[in-house]
């Protein structure tokens, strides 16, 4: 999608700053719409509700009905959710038939925008949903982390730190949607560079039901043994033959190769002093 950038006046205002200062949204006040009529937003980055918070608030709804108006745009005959998909969710579980909303007149790319930054701005957003989410307004709307964070209301370094978490291997990532393991975890996990071993350290984690602290020494302890581990060498047998063969037909006597554990020397013979001062000019000559 293609969107033109639009400046956000007030830093840190968020969403009310967005909407309060669009010149063409027209207020229709609210209305009752057949809940029926109503569709989420295919763009949202919210993809998983926690059933048993829906629950909880359908039965309020049942109590008390929709207090808070959800936000729509018009799409046909029917409604597009701009903001309050929970609500509406949550009608739905509680069989209400109508559900009070405002309608607006919302060009495609602003409702995009504006149903990003309002789900962005709700706490219990999955840490993965968060940084996608953030991943989206930065691609689709050409906007940087600062910008990104002036929308949203949080500081730049909020949201690069969530952002980080999309450099996790995607099937830990999908472990965090799942909420097998929390966004602290997949924080800790971010200390492994090696994706393999970020997976096996989550599935730890679930196996254990480790907390962040116990997340975060077990990967301290990975790094710790990694770098004690001694290094391969990148020669093998072949290679160091062939360097031995190179070197004796540079320097037209026998070179040996002595090498153990990364490490060695280089042995170059010389049968007489006259031989040495040839070996030492070609050195010479290859130091220039």
Partial sequence: MSVQKKGLGSKGRGLEALISRTENISEKGVAEIDINKISPNREQPRSVFDEEALEELASSIKQVGVIQPVILAKDGDYYRIIAGERRW???????????????????????????????????????????????????????????????????????????????????????????????????????????????????????????????????????????????????????????????KDLFGTKVSLNCKKNKGKIEIEYYSDADLERILELIRKIDE
Avoid: C, W
């Fill in 89 to 247: 969710r949550a009608a739905k579980i509680a069989g209400i038939e109508k559900i009070p909303a405002i309608i607006k007149d919302y060009d495609e790319g602003l409702a995009f925008e504006i149903a990003l930054i309002e789900n962005l701005q709700r706490e219990n957003l999955n840490s993965i949903e968060e940084a996608r989410g953030y991943k989206r307004l930065m691609d689709d709307f050409s906007l940087n982390q600062e910008e990104v964070a002036q929308k949203v209301g949080k500081s730049r370094s909020a949201v690069a730190n969530s952002l980080r978490l999309l450099n996790l291997d995607e099937r830990v990532q999908e472990l965090v949607l799942e909420n097998k393991i929390s966004g602290g975890h997949a924080r800790a996990i971010l200390g492994l560079d090696d994706s393999s071993k970020q997976l096996e350290t989550a599935e730890r984690i679930i196996e254990g039901g480790l907390s962040v602290r116990a997340a975060e020494a077990l990967v301290k302890a990975i790094n710790a043994k990694k770098s004690a581990e001694p290094k391969t060498s990148s020669f093998d047998t072949a290679s160091y033959k062939t360097i031995e063969k190179n070197l």
